[in-house]
């Protein structure tokens, strides 16, 4: 893949699985940098993400250039850019490196992710606006 400059990561910065991942990933240096982005704080990137449809609270987001990676799609686009520094980041790779056993694994880390979350008395984002949906 091409420098693209900036691979935003767009993710819930409120629950701690979340956040210890996307400060852990390494992307390769000839693909870009990684700038994360909360998206508690809104933005334009989540303008577009909700525009599109996408429900931030049942998956993250990755924006290369103009395409946005949702959910499992989002870990193996990561996977795939990523270096093999430290331990982290090589067994992210064999994890999510297959777009189906990606896809396989993000239900179970997302379930545990909503768990984590209803434990920790955190509201959802609700970017969508679908009532009656602010508790995991």
Do not use: H
């Not at 768990?115 to 955190?122: M, S, V």
């Amino acid at each position: 893949m091409n420098n693209v400059g900036e691979v935003l990561v767009v993710y819930d910065k409120q629950c701690p699985a979340c956040d210890y991942y996307c400060n852990m990933v390494c992307i390769k240096e000839s693909v870009g940098r990684v700038v994360l982005v909360d998206a508690r704080e809104g933005g334009p990137v989540m303008d577009e993400i909700t525009a599109r449809g996408l429900d931030i609270d049942q998956g993250m987001v990755v924006k290369v250039g103009s395409e946005l990676y949702y959910g499992s799609d989002a870990i193996n686009v990561l996977a795939l850019m990523g270096t093999n520094k430290g331990l982290f980041n090589r067994l992210a790779y064999w994890s999510f490196r297959s777009r189906t056993l990606a896809r396989v694994l993000y239900p179970v880390l997302r379930a545990c992710r909503n768990l984590l979350l209803k434990i920790l008395g955190k509201t959802k984002i609700n970017n969508l606006g679908m009532g009656g949906n602010d508790r995991f």
